[in-house]
């Protein structure tokens, strides 16, 4: 299986954004080069009392429109390029729902499944002691991402306020509740995507009470299973994978009990009345709306002209490559692309800031109708720029997010 590097993919995906709107050289050369990167180590005390290293990064790729926000990933295949292109993701991501803020993203390669909850949290506390002081609601702001969690968010942030002595819980997103967490942002990714879904249906015909699958089965992919019926009215959900493999049934699984199953037993597999399937057979299914929420590069020139869903949803970040992009355009493939279809989570997470910066906190039909006036507003405007450039919807969004992060730029005297 051929490998792909996910920062020369998403640098391919912003020269082609960068040429349809006649963008110089100099802001070409900002817009794929990040602003700062911090890359370090983390020297961790384990339970057995011996001590590890783990490689970090941070990475804050542009601040034009606001400070760096973006998740923090626990992984153990991280490598600084995945880092940097999730993190140039997220900028044209906040742009393109047009939140005052720039991109970023951080992550610690690890493997989360072999590692207690103290090891977790040691690590999780030496990441800020490493760059509290580039870190602020005002400078840059972390979010979980793939294996890490509130819990995760909830250390972080107690960290950074004893080594700064002082209240700033605007500086981490996706905390608990209890501790300045918002209404509403456990499934914001997944509603944003499914309302984003919802938009589609009406636009193109699409028929949301067919089946639909779902690729990956962490926060995002379980959250999109248990509100696809709720937004859309109907659909059955056929089939589902994880990590570990993937299961199918033509006559629906059960999205709460498949939650509780995963919770139960750490995968999706065995699930009762589900036979097994392999995670590719998944993507070729044949289903109205296929739901990538797994990690980047699922869905490339390989199975591309495979695929029967009719739209895609993008909850993952990268699950499709540039020359997939292309063949499932060809084939009438309705792509809600990731800066778009996952760019819910990231406006909870503003909804958060705002939240905390005035501690007042609004109740969860106010976050739920922001967010679907934000992403229902970005579905749009992003139509019209698939209709008026005559290009591909990945395309079209980010030339809706660069035109705006280069207009910044310009406006800041940077280029
Ligand atoms: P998570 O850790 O909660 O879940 C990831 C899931 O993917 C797990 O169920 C894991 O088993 C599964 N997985 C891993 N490799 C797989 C494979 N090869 N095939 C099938 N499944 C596989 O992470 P998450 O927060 O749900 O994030 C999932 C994706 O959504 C990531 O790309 C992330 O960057 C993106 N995303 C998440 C958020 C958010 O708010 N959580 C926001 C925007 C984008």
Same mark, same amino acid.
């Given at each position: 299986m051929q490998s792909y590097n996910s920062f020369e993919v998403a640098k391919q995906q912003v020269l082609e954004a960068a040429r349809l709107l006649n963008l110089d050289e100099a802001t070409i050369e900002l817009l794929t080069k990040p602003q700062r990167e911090m890359n370090f180590t983390l020297h961790v005390r384990m339970d057995d009392n011996t001590t590890k290293i783990f490689q970090a990064y941070r990475i804050q790729y542009n601040f034009a429109r606001g400070p760096a926000k973006g998740g923090i990933r626990f992984h153990p295949d991280e490598t600084v390029d995945t880092i940097r292109a999730l993190a140039c993701w997220m900028v044209w991501k906040t742009a393109v729902v047009d939140l005052p803020l720039g991109g970023g993203k951080g992550g610690v390669?690890?493997?989360? *499944? @072999? %590692?207690s909850e103290r090891e977790l949290e040691n690590i999780s506390r030496e990441y800020v002691r490493m760059i509290a002081p580039l %870190?602020?609601?005002?400078k840059d702001i972390p979010a979980p991402d793939v294996y890490t969690n509130p819990q995760t968010m909830a250390w972080m942030m107690d960290e950074f306020e004893t080594i700064m002595?002082?209240?700033?819980?605007?500086?981490?997103?996706? *905390?608990?509740q209890q501790i300045g967490g918002t209404e509403g942002r456990r499934d914001a990714t997944a509603r944003g995507g499914v309302i984003t879904v919802r938009e589609a249906c009406k636009v193109y015909?699409?028929?949301?009470s067919k089946n639909f699958a779902i690729q990956g089965f962490g926060n995002a992919g379980q959250r999109a299973a248990l509100l696809h019926h709720e937004i859309l009215g109907g659909g059955k959900l056929i089939a589902v994978s994880d990590s570990r493999g993937a299961i199918f049934n033509s006559n629906g699984l059960d999205p709460k009990e498949l939650v509780t199953h995963k919770l139960k037993t750490?995968?999706? @597999? $065995?699930?009762?009345?589900s036979e097994p399937i392999s995670q590719d057979e998944l993507l070729e299914l044949d289903v109205e709306i296929l739901y990538p929420?797994? %990690?980047? $590069?699922?869905?490339t020139s390989e199975n591309a002209s495979n695929i029967k869903a009719k739209v895609i949803c993008e909850l993952?970040?990268?699950?499709?490559?540039p020359e997939a992009d292309l063949i499932l355009y060809d084939k009438n493939v309705h792509v809600i692309p990731d800066i778009l279809g996952s760019a819910g989570g990231v406006t909870v997470s503003y909804f958060e800031m705002v939240q905390d910066n005035y501690s007042y906190f609004w109740d969860e039909t106010l976050v739920h109708q922001r967010l679907d006036k934000k992403l229902t507003t970005a579905y749009h405007t992003v139509q019209e720029a698939i209709k008026d450039k005559k290009v591909h919807p990945r395309l079209a969004a980010m030339v809706v997010g660069i035109a705006r992060v280069a207009e910044a730029c310009k406006l800041r005297g940077w280029v």
């Open positions: 390669c690890c493997n989360p *499944k @072999i %590692l %870190l602020g609601s005002d002595n002082r209240h700033e819980r605007g500086v981490f997103t996706d *905390k608990p015909g699409f028929d949301p750490g995968s999706v @597999i $065995n699930f009762k009345e929420a797994a %990690l980047e $590069n699922a869905i993952a970040n990268g699950p499709t490559t």
